[in-house]
């Protein structure tokens, strides 16, 4: 999609939300629109890259250590475009039956998400909106892949934030959490609105607000309501580099820098 060749009906003058993720990853399947949207992000809030970076090392961190833990089921909503690093790729290199069921609402995304993943086993990509999780854990294409009877970690990463107020987001993480068996997982990441970069953050806001999605950045009370139901793995609700990062190299220059919280909670078994 650098190319100059748009997927038909795709309307590349609006930039969009997964595009520009795509952009700040490295990625070549973006518009002009996505990466000037993209650049505008860095020029008020540089750390913005990282940001991406962080979340994609702490959504490897998370799946490594839920499938070592015996967790072989993961469904991911609001996956956004493939890149490197997949869930499944992730997954499988602790367990290599593992079973991953891709969600977004994009329809262009999943075109492409099953183009790049066909032939993958027990790999199945759907479209589906967060804000209908009955409609997601109820399609046969899931139920195909992913057994609601046996532990399943649901990712729920940098999504919620564009989800707003009057839409609850806290609502539709409860339906999701009533739907999975003892055992399961949230695996969650979410930009805030705390920090001392906090006007950073919001104009970067107003960035998304011109995009297919506008942001909302939340307090970290307000996220830490999001696991209700759920046991808190240790260290709890962090800035996504203090997330069991054990050495590992941080791409922001400090663990609040990344404007991004993250944890994962647990059913009780």
């Known amino acids: 999609m650098s190319a100059s060749h748009p997927i038909d009906g795709v309307n590349v003058q609006v930039p969009n939300v997964a595009r520009i993720y795509d952009y700040?990853?490295?990625?070549?399947?973006?518009?002009?629109?996505?990466?000037?949207?993209?650049?505008?992000?860095?020029?008020?809030?540089?750390?913005?890259?990282?940001?991406?970076?962080?979340?994609?090392?702490?959504?490897?961190?998370?799946?490594r250590r839920l499938a070592a833990a015996g967790v072989r089921q993961f469904v991911d909503i609001g996956a956004g475009l493939p890149t490197q690093a997949n869930v499944h790729e992730v997954a499988r290199e602790i367990t290599?039956?593992?079973?991953?069921?891709?969600?977004?609402n994009d329809p262009?995304?999943?075109?492409?998400?099953?183009?790049?993943?066909?032939?993958?086993?027990?790999?199945?990509?759907?479209?589906?909106?967060?804000?209908?999780?009955?409609?997601?854990?109820?399609?046969?294409?899931?139920?195909?892949?992913?057994?609601?009877?046996?532990?399943?970690?649901?990712?729920?990463?940098?999504?919620?934030?564009?989800?707003?107020?009057?839409?609850?987001?806290?609502?539709?993480?409860?339906?999701?959490?009533?739907?999975?068996?003892?055992?399961?997982a949230l695996i969650l990441s979410h930009v805030t609105s705390e920090g001392n970069r906090a006007e950073a953050a919001s104009t970067a806001k107003n960035v998304y607000d011109r995009s297919t999605a506008s942001i909302a950045l939340r307090p970290r009370t307000e996220i830490l309501s999001f696991f209700e139901g759920f046991e808190l793995e240790e260290p709890g609700l962090v800035y996504a580099p203090e997330w069991h990062a054990d050495g590992e190299a941080a791409f922001v220059r400090s663990p609040e820098a990344s404007f991004l919280f993250a944890g994962v909670g647990r059913l009780r078994q």
Do not use: C, W
Not at 28 to 36: H, T
Not at 129 to 146: H, Y
Not at 157 to 172: G, M, Q, R, S
């Open 96 to 104: 290599p039956d593992a079973r991953v069921v891709y969600v977004d």
């Open 108 to 184: 262009v995304v999943v075109a492409h998400g099953r183009a790049l993943l066909m032939g993958s086993p027990q790999v199945t990509v759907l479209e589906g909106d967060l804000r209908q999780p009955a409609e997601i854990f109820g399609e046969p294409a899931l139920r195909a892949v992913i057994d609601l009877d046996e532990p399943v970690a649901v990712l729920l990463l940098a999504v919620l934030h564009f989800v707003t107020d009057d839409e609850d987001p806290a609502a539709i993480v409860r339906r999701i959490r009533d739907l999975l068996a003892p055992g399961s």
């Open 24 to 63: 700040l990853l490295g990625g070549k399947d973006n518009y002009a629109a996505d990466r000037d949207a993209a650049e505008k992000l860095l020029a008020v809030a540089p750390e913005t890259a990282g940001t991406v970076r962080e979340n994609r090392a702490f959504l490897r961190r998370a799946v």
